[in-house]
C-alpha cells in the first residue's frame, strides 16, 4: 500500500512539520502560460478548459509545457459528465433474463465506465495538484516579471 496521503507543504507549515528534502526545489520550469483552448477539443471540455486554465495560471502550475496533459483532464472530466448523465437516466442496474428466463439484474456498463473515467480524471487533477493532498507533490514556478504573456504589453 502506498501509505497515507501526502499533506500540502502550506499545511506542514502551519504545522510546523515542514521540511526542506522532502520538497522537490529542482526540476524543469517551462513559462507560465494562459493557453488557448484546442479547436478538436469536444464542446463541454472547452468550456472545462475555460474554467480550469485560468486557474492553473494562478496556481503557476499551467505552462507551455502542458497542453495536451490538460486536453486529457478537460476530456476525461466531460466523459464523466456524460456517463453520469447516463447513469441518471438509465439507472445504475438493469434488469434481464438468464436463459432459463429468471430474473437477472446487471450492472449497467455506464457505471463501469465512469469509474474508469473517474479514475482518469482524478490522475489528471493529481498531476496538475488540484486536489489539497497533492498540491504538497507540484512545485510552481517562480513569480517573474514575464511570467505571463500579457508582461510583454504592460
Same mark, same amino acid.
Given at each position: ?9 502550506? !499545511?506542514?507549515?502551519?504545522?510546523? %512539520?515542514?521540511?526542506?528534502?522532502? *520538497? ?9 502560460? !494562459? ?11 472547452? /468550456? %472545462?478548459?475555460? &474554467? +480550469? @486554465?485560468?486557474?492553473? +495560471?494562478?496556481?503557476?502550475? $499551467? ?16 466523459? *464523466?459528465?456524460?456517463?453520469? &448523465? +447516463?447513469? /441518471? ?5 438493469? /434488469? *434481464? ?9 446487471? &450492472? ?5 465506465? $465512469? @469509474? ?8 489528471? $487533477?493529481?498531476?496538475?495538484?488540484? %486536489? ?8 510552481? &514556478? ?13
Amino acid at each position: 500500500m502506498p501509505g497515507p496521503a501526502k499533506k500540502p507543504t502550506a !499545511l506542514k507549515i502551519i504545522e510546523g %512539520t515542514a521540511r526542506a528534502d522532502r *520538497t522537490n526545489p529542482a526540476e524543469p520550469k517551462p513559462p507560465i502560460a !494562459l493557453l488557448d483552448a484546442p479547436e478538436h477539443l469536444s464542446a463541454q471540455a472547452r /468550456e %472545462t478548459w475555460g &474554467a +480550469v @486554465a485560468p486557474i492553473l +495560471v494562478r496556481m503557476r502550475v $499551467l505552462t507551455i509545457a502542458d497542453p495536451i496533459a490538460l486536453e486529457r483532464l478537460c476530456e476525461a472530466y466531460a466523459e *464523466t459528465r456524460a456517463l453520469r &448523465a +447516463v447513469v /441518471e437516466a438509465e439507472g445504475y442496474t438493469y /434488469e *434481464t433474463q438468464n436463459i432459463a428466463g429468471e430474473r437477472m439484474l446487471r &450492472a449497467n456498463p455506464a457505471v463501469g465506465m $465512469l @469509474a474508469d473515467a473517474d479514475r482518469r480524471l482524478l490522475g489528471y $487533477l493529481r498531476a496538475f495538484g488540484m %486536489t489539497p493532498a497533492d498540491r504538497s507533490r507540484v512545485s510552481a &514556478a517562480p513569480e517573474t516579471e514575464d511570467a505571463t504573456p500579457w508582461a510583454a504589453y504592460g
